[in-house]
């Protein structure tokens, strides 16, 4: 079993930063594969980041590239995100999630085995 904590959420002002935070439990965390998903109120999840079990791959959705960076540390079982130049449309839950493929570096949802609770991100304008 698989646990995803998700840190690091809350109010910031556009063109501000905040940097989210995900912790997974387990022992072979450096074999899965991480992902960054968010939903906006009224909208459906959509894709926002991801790496492979490495690190060493990474794909963004056009909507944040240039903006945000994922990354992890394997060492202490933590992946991140890195928001900067935040805006409002921004503003969404944000929940990472976890792939036993460690190579996949991707946007599909039913390829994440495991997902956290969330973390709210609102974005002022």
Partial sequence: QVQLVESGGGLAQAGGSLRLSCAASGRTFSSYAMGWFRQ???????????????????????????RFTISRDNAKNLVYLQMNTLKPEDTAVYYCALSFRGSYVGAISREYDYWGQGTQVIVSS
Wanted: proline residues 4%; aromatic residues 8%.
């Fill in 40 to 66: 906006a109120p009224g909208k459906e999840r959509e894709f926002v980041a991801a790496s492979n079990c490495s690190g060493g791959s990474t794909k963004y959705a056009d909507s944040v590239k240039g």
